[in-house]
């Protein structure tokens, strides 16, 4: 892969909301809109690439830069069409069908460009967004697990894990391990840490994390941590640990 090449840069945040006044947070994965923007700029110089191919990768980023993501995907497409090695390109239109909602398409991207080099991350950890938004959660698991293994130290696919393990409410060590280390980067990580703290009756843990949720600077989701903190303030630990045990 040519290092002029900025590859998917991908910065999933979970979904959270309240669904009753003593239940904890729930991650929510059917709407694009919870996650956010996918972008990257891809540098079309120097990639020893035929010219119809740089000139469809031009008109795209042409496109992406005006805001006509539809026109991007199809000028990404015919590049793809001409020349269909192109990893980068492949994972730039699972991008695009990111954006477009399109999911399915674009874990086909995706994997199209992990077929070409099957050790690039980047591709594993979008594969793995794509399949969370369809709810295949066993193959996004599988794609984190995958991403994880090239490469220990990418917060992405430790936060992917953790998001799924949460969401699924399955191996909850494993997903407050897999969280811990991405809260800097993922602040949300704190809010799904909340939710299975409180899982666990572990109420003065949840309510730090709110806390320190609370605490930083352009989170989303303040109204809806500052109203689960108030609600907890009201009720005694032992009535909100029976709650969690609650089917």
Same mark, same amino acid.
């Given at each position: 892969?040519?290092?002029?090449?900025?590859?998917?840069?991908?910065?999933?945040?979970?979904?959270?909301?309240?669904?009753?006044?003593?239940?904890p =947070?729930?991650?929510?994965? /059917?709407? &694009? *809109?919870? @996650?956010?923007?996918?972008?990257?700029?891809? #540098?079309?110089?120097? +990639?020893?690439?035929?010219?119809?191919? =740089?000139?469809?990768?031009? /008109?795209? &980023? *042409?496109? @992406?830069?005006?805001?006509?993501?539809?026109? #991007?995907?199809?000028? +990404?497409?015919?590049?793809?069409?001409?020349?269909p090695?192109?990893?980068?390109?492949?994972?730039? @239109?699972?991008?695009?069908?990111i954006?477009?909602?399109?999911?399915?398409?674009?874990?086909?991207?995706?994997?199209?460009?992990?077929?070409?080099?099957?050790r690039?991350?980047?591709?594993?950890?979008?594969?793995?967004?794509?399949?969370?938004?369809?709810?295949?959660?066993?193959?996004?698991?599988?794609?984190?697990?995958?991403?994880?293994?090239?490469?220990?130290?990418?917060?992405?696919?430790?936060?992917?894990?953790?998001?799924?393990?949460?969401?699924?409410?399955?191996?909850?060590?494993?997903?407050?391990?897999?969280?811990?280390?991405?809260?800097?980067?993922?602040?949300?990580?704190?809010?799904?840490?909340?939710?299975?703290l409180?899982?666990?009756?572990?109420?003065?843990?949840?309510?730090?994390?709110?806390?320190?949720?609370?605490?930083?600077?352009?989170?989303?989701?303040?109204?809806?941590?500052?109203?689960?903190?108030?609600?907890?303030?009201?009720?005694?630990?032992?009535?909100?640990?029976?709650?969690?045990?609650?089917?």
């Amino acid at each position: 892969m040519k290092a002029s090449v900025c590859v998917l840069l991908l910065i999933l945040t979970s979904t959270v909301r309240a669904q009753t006044e003593q239940t904890p =947070l729930s991650v929510v994965p /059917r709407d &694009q *809109s919870h @996650l956010p923007r996918v972008g990257e700029t891809i #540098s079309v110089h120097d +990639l020893g690439l035929p010219a119809k191919v =740089l000139k469809e990768l031009e /008109r795209s &980023q *042409s496109a @992406l830069l005006s805001g006509d993501t539809r026109a #991007s995907a199809r000028h +990404l497409e015919l590049a793809l069409h001409i020349y269909p090695d192109y990893l980068e390109g492949h994972n730039s @239109l699972g991008a695009r069908y990111i954006e477009l909602r399109e999911y399915a398409k674009a874990a086909v991207e995706f994997q199209k460009a992990i077929d070409i080099d099957p050790r690039v991350v980047q591709p594993v950890n979008n594969l793995s967004v794509a399949f969370f938004l369809q709810e295949r959660y066993p193959e996004a698991e599988a794609a984190a697990r995958r991403a994880l293994d090239l490469d220990p130290h990418n917060v992405t696919p430790r936060y992917m894990l953790g998001c799924i393990l949460a969401t699924e409410k399955r191996n909850p060590t494993e997903a407050i391990e897999m969280l811990r280390p991405t809260k800097l980067d993922f602040p949300d990580a704190r809010l799904l840490l909340a939710q299975i703290l409180f899982r666990r009756g572990a109420i003065e843990e949840t309510e730090q994390e709110l806390r320190d949720y609370l605490a930083v600077p352009g989170a989303t989701k303040k109204q809806v941590a500052a109203r689960w903190l108030a609600q907890l303030a009201q009720t005694p630990a032992t009535n909100a640990a029976t709650q969690s045990n609650k089917p």
